[in-house]
């Protein structure tokens, strides 16, 4: 089981602002920085063999958990 918390901008990458801005910061700071969509997670996560990807939304974290079973 991995639990993952991250800023997560939707797929079209044009919000919410607190991941865009996030994002932003990634790309200043570090030469691949960048912060990544559900979309890009789900893929990578099935590439590695997780089958169970889900999301859990919760007033105290900006962007949903991703919580995925192998």
Do not use: C
Not at 4 to 24: C, H, K, S, V, W
Not at 29 to 44: I, L, N, S, V
Not at 50 to 56: A, H, L, S
Request: hydrophobic share 45%; aromatic share 8%.
């Amino acid at each position: 089981m991995l639990l993952i918390a991250e800023m997560i901008p939707n797929d079209d990458r044009t919000g919410p602002p607190q991941p865009m801005l996030f994002g932003l910061n990634m790309l200043l700071h570090a030469p691949d920085g960048d912060a990544f969509t559900m979309k890009e997670y789900r893929e990578w996560l099935r590439a590695a063999g997780f089958k169970q990807v889900k999301t859990i939304r919760t007033p105290r974290a900006p962007s949903p958990l991703i919580l995925a079973q192998k």
